[in-house]
């Protein structure tokens, strides 16, 4: 068994398919350690135009996505669940996605992802059928697949085996609540461009209060407010307020 199983409900299954069959996601699968099932909730409409939507309640433009199509492929789908997993709507509306948000979903072995291309979801959808509404940032796609996406990639590479003991999850950015520091490879000397001489020094300790000094700096100058919540020592605190200090008298 799959140590996690996304479903997605969506209107356009054909998005999936270069995503799901490139590079790690796909090894994944082949691994037997993630698994996808994409359906398009349009099989589930009954009449004979399959249709999935509606003038709205109430008059005014735009067309409205009707409960029973999603309803219905979710019972579909669930009917041999043992326990609901969370059902997430991706919608502009929704919580912030954060790696805080992709930690948990890692948590469960089934997620369900509702995509749709409309400015309405019948409310009832919302309310009776949505555990959560997830928002990937402030801005409007066309719609909730690239979202569903960006969440499953995210939760997939915190599934252990999906990266390789190189590229490990606990290296990265926000695991330590900063920005990365710059990397550098070989030549030392590109067009002019040189690499830091206290990397090529082989000092092991300096080294590494160079690349936190570089951490510290970059996230006070892109990201100051992920500096309240990150885990930082007196040493970190130091060096920040040399910072501060440095600006002001500049
Ligand atoms: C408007 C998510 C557009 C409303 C979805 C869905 C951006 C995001 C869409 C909805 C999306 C994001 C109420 C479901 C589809 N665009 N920022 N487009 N609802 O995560």
Redesign the pocket.
């Known amino acids: 068994m799959a140590q996690i199983r996304f479903d997605v409900l969506t209107l356009f299954p054909e998005m999936f398919h270069g995503f799901l069959s490139t590079s790690i996601i796909r090894k994944a699968h082949e691994k037997g350690l993630i698994e996808t099932n994409v359906t398009n909730f349009r099989q589930f409409a009954t009449d004979k135009h399959q249709t999935v939507d509606d003038t709205p309640y109430g008059g005014g433009g735009g067309m409205v996505l009707k409960p029973q199509p999603l309803f219905d492929a979710v019972d579909h789908l669930l009917q041999d669940a043992v326990k609901r997993p969370p059902i997430l709507?991706?919608?502009?509306?929704?919580a912030p996605?954060t790696q805080k948000k992709a930690e948990e979903l890692a948590g469960h072995s089934h997620l369900m992802f509702?995509?749709?291309?409309?400015?309405?979801?019948d409310e009832r959808i919302?309310q009776n059928l949505v555990t959560e509404?997830?928002?990937?940032?402030?801005?409007?796609?066309?719609?909730?697949e690239?979202?569903a996406m960006?969440i499953i990639d995210s939760v997939s590479r915190l599934i252990p085996g999906v990266l390789g003991n190189h590229d490990s999850a606990a290296m990265d950015s926000f695991s330590n609540g900063l920005l990365e520091y710059p990397h550098y490879t070989r030549p030392s000397e590109f067009r002019g461009m040189e690499v830091p001489d206290i990397l090529l020094s082989g000092h092991h300790a300096n080294m590494e209060k160079w690349r936190r000094e570089q951490s510290l700096k970059r996230t006070w100058t892109r990201r100051p407010d992920l500096l309240k919540s990150a885990p930082l020592t007196e040493e970190d605190r130091k060096f920040l307020r040399m910072l501060e200090q440095r600006k002001r008298s500049e």
């Open positions: 709507l991706m919608s502009p509306q929704g996605f509702l995509c749709g291309h409309y400015e309405g979801f919302r509404e997830i928002s990937v940032g402030d801005f409007v796609l066309t719609g909730g690239l979202p960006v």
